[in-house]
């Protein structure tokens, strides 16, 4: 699909020159992936290999969470069946590779967006579906209330991550002497934790709330206050596929816009008959929103009615409908005090 257009510092450099603007051709790269999948009939997801809250999988092998149903909103969107998708469980050190490899569409596994994993990896991360936080958990009998009195801990950290990076930033800007134990797994890092290895757990603070589930006694352990990092948490896909990207960023819009609208997937089929103009566009019945991402006109409504708004899907798998009863926080909508904010379909 090729697009024209004229830039304005292309303009400068010819009006410089002494040459008449011209328009300039670039080419955009044709969608790949989306064509793939349809004729796959099913959206190859990269999950985490087992995160309570987030992706997991159960005895017969059917996987929930956070992460997981966004790939199920992304199936929805294209085929209209959240099940077609095909859950890939992915360890951290080989995530990114995977992608690139194309074992994998789409990378939903609380992957943290930086510049650098942007520009090494050649990969995109669309929007963030979670604005999570490095933090620590300790046993309750060390009496720490804060991460300042933690000078001499052992402290558990998962290698190939930037919660290492964040360790060890963190220690050396407040002069706090520690002894760090790196484990390639996150599994490892649980087990060495839970058998008093090390005195400290760090990682992003939704891993602690899910992870802390795991322990043999839960409840002997306490996650502290304090949040040591920006950890924007979001999908991840290959760059130079700009439809994909495109996509799977409107998916993870629309889920918002939904909650902020009150379209919920208890009452969608009412918000089918709306006669608000921005109702109207995100549920298909004005526009053609959808059809200009390659998708149907009612692919929003798709994506609501199989499984919800972005607040449907937090509450039931990490908030207050779920075991790990995460508060909002960062994550509640710009209209009630949060930071989650979503760009307008119009």
């Known amino acids: 699909m090729k697009r024209t257009f004229v830039t304005g510092l292309a303009i400068g450099l010819l009006v410089a020159a002494g ?107 669309p929007a963030v579906s979670y604005y999570d936080g490095q933090g620590f958990m300790v046993p309750k009998a060390r009496n720490v209330d804060a991460a300042l009195d933690l000078d001499g801990s052992k402290v558990c950290v998962q290698d190939g991550t930037t919660t290492a990076l964040n360790l060890a930033d963190y220690f050396r800007g407040n002069n706090i002497k520690y002894t760090e134990m790196k484990f390639a797994k996150l599994e490892e890092v649980v087990k060495a934790y839970n058998a008093g290895q090390c005195d400290t757990f760090t990682a992003d603070a939704s891993q602690l709330y899910a992870l802390r589930l795991t322990l043999g006694k839960p409840d002997d352990h306490v996650i502290l206050p304090d949040i040591i990092s920006k950890e924007p948490l979001a999908p991840v896909v290959r760059q130079r596929d700009d439809d994909w990207m495109m996509m799977v960023k409107w998916t993870l819009y629309a889920m918002i816009n939904a909650e902020e609208l009150g379209i919920t997937s208890a009452n969608i089929d009412e918000a089918l008959k709306s006669k608000k103009p921005d109702v109207m566009r995100l549920v298909g019945t004005e526009g053609v929103y959808g059809e200009d991402l390659g998708l149907s006109k009612d692919w929003a409504a798709r994506i609501i009615r199989h499984v919800g708004n972005y607040g449907e899907v937090y509450e039931r798998n990490v908030g207050s409908g779920s075991k790990l009863r995460i508060p909002r926080g960062l994550n509640q909508l710009w209209s009630a005090g949060g930071i989650q904010y979503a760009p307008p379909i119009r």
């Not at 190859?44 to 996987?63: H, Q, R």
């Open 19 to 125: 040459i008449a603007a011209a328009a300039i051709t670039y080419e955009r790269y044709d969608t790949k992936t989306l064509k793939r999948t349809i004729r796959r009939d099913a959206v190859l997801c990269g999950v985490n290999t087992g995160l309570p809250g987030f992706s997991t999988p159960d005895a017969s092998g059917n996987w929930a969470g956070f992460d997981v149903d966004f790939c199920r909103a992304v199936a929805a969107a294209i085929f209209n069946d959240p099940k077609k998708v095909t859950f890939v469980p992915l360890d951290a050190t080989d995530r990114f590779k995977e992608l690139q490899s194309r074992k994998v569409d789409i990378l939903s596994r609380n992957s943290t967006w930086s510049m650098s994993r942007e520009t090494n990896y050649d990969l995109y991360f």
